[in-house]
T-cell receptor
Framework: GENVEQHPSTLSVQEGDSAVIKCTYSDSASNYFPWYKQELGKRPQLIIDIRSNVGEKKDQRIAVTLNKTAKHFSLHITETQPEDSAVYFCAASRSKAAGNKLTFGGGTRVLVKP | DAGITQSPRYKITETGRQVTLMCHQTWSHSYMFWYRQDLGHGLRLIYYSAAADITDKGEVPDGYVVSRSKTENFPLTLESATRSQTSVYFC???????????????FGSGTRLTVV
């Protein structure tokens, strides 16, 4: 089955700096890659996603890049703010096959210091 | 996101007891999922369902049972709870179009289960 590795496990940045989280996946048939943000005690919430026919996607201060050949994708947060502090999860799935099952990375705890 | 609700929010049970976690969604999403979240392991899939009466195992199904007699409900039962099943359990649903995920998962608020 799919295996998703996520790095780093913790990330501390100064407010205003950028944060980058990287994930690698093992199943070359995976074609859907969402990112979730989970604040303390809350549910994970989808913040951005990308499909394998796209190399990059942006939404205001967040962007995701995908390298299908290397089987890795990354989340970029620019101009970080204290409210960006949370745990971020990457995930991968085949979308159409395998029942839309998402396999998650282990998570990255991001702390934005004011 | 009131469209997917889990109950109870917190549950303490004793080893060996049966306990059922409830999940209800109002969107008529065909796919529903149960994940457990543990420190150091992220989110791991327990069971999922593609439609009413269709369920399948995920990564960590042992000790759990699911059913889906109606599209909107997807209960998870721990047949004989063990301390290793202490965890936060999240139910999720996803909208699909022609079996393709549209918009990712929406998670419920979670159930924090403690087995003593």
């Amino acid at each position: 089955g799919e295996n998703v590795e996520q790095h780093p496990s913790t990330l501390s940045v100064q407010e205003g700096d950028s944060a980058v989280i990287k994930c690698t996946y093992s199943d070359s048939a995976s074609n859907y890659f969402p990112w979730y943000k989970q604040e303390l005690g809350k549910r994970p919430q989808l913040i951005i996603d990308i499909r394998s026919n796209v190399g990059e996607k942006k939404d205001q201060r967040i962007a995701v890049t995908l390298n299908k050949t290397a089987k890795h994708f990354s989340l970029h947060i620019t101009e970080t703010q204290p409210e960006d502090s949370a745990v971020y999860f990457c995930a991968a799935s085949r979308s159409k096959a395998a029942g839309n099952k998402l396999t998650f990375g282990g998570g990255t705890r991001v702390l934005v210091k004011p | 996101d009131a469209g997917i609700t889990q109950s109870p929010r917190y549950k303490i049970t004793e080893t060996g007891r049966q306990v059922t976690l409830m999940c209800h969604q109002t969107w008529s999403h065909s796919y529903m999922f149960w994940y457990r979240q543990d420190l150091g392991h992220g989110l791991r899939l327990i069971y999922y369902s593609a439609a009413a009466d269709i369920t399948d195992k995920g990564e960590v199904p042992d000790g759990y049972v699911v059913s889906r007699s109606k599209t909107e409900n997807f209960p998870l039962t721990l047949e004989s709870a063990t301390r290793s099943q202490t965890s936060v359990y999240f139910c999720a649903s996803s909208e699909t179009s022609k079996d393709r995920v549209v918009g990712g998962y929406t998670f419920g608020s979670g159930t924090r289960l403690t087995v003593v």
